[in-house]
């Protein structure tokens, strides 16, 4: 059976799952990245609406990611286009947050290296 990992993007903040889970497909995967989804939101659904849940093979390639309004029941009752903007505003929240994090992640690899060769050049010319 495939292996599927979960990871639980919340804002900045990650949760890497670790283990993993044995499923039997794609589909199998999805049923169960909701069935955590609802069970995290249970009760405080506009808090957690904007996470999301990063689903990726046994690589660890990203497969796809589900927006918790998505799995979200209590939004059910709104009218669809409430429905929609509601999750296109979560996942472009979510694709802005992620871009945020790559670009701090960046600039400290530039700050590192600029402070490594720094370093290089004050032992080159002492």
């Known amino acids: ?34 069935c955590v989804a609802r069970e995290l939101m ?7 609406r904007f996470w999301r849940i990063e689903v990726s093979d046994d690589y660890l390639e990203p497969l796809f990611t589900l927006c918790f309004c998505e799995a979200d029941k209590t939004i059910g009752r709104l009218p669809l286009e409430w429905r929609e903007a509601i999750t296109t505003v979560s996942r472009k929240a979510g694709s802005l947050v992620d871009a945020a994090t790559t670009i701090q992640s960046t600039l400290a690899e530039v700050r590192q290296t600029l402070k490594d060769a720094d370093r290089l050049l004050a032992a080159l010319s002492g």
């Open 1 to 34: 059976m495939p292996l599927y990992y979960f990871t639980l993007k919340h804002g900045r903040h990650v949760v890497t799952d670790e283990e993993g889970e044995e499923l039997a497909d794609v589909n199998a995967a999805k049923t169960h990245a909701e």
């Open 42 to 48: 249970q009760s405080r659904e506009l808090k957690t």
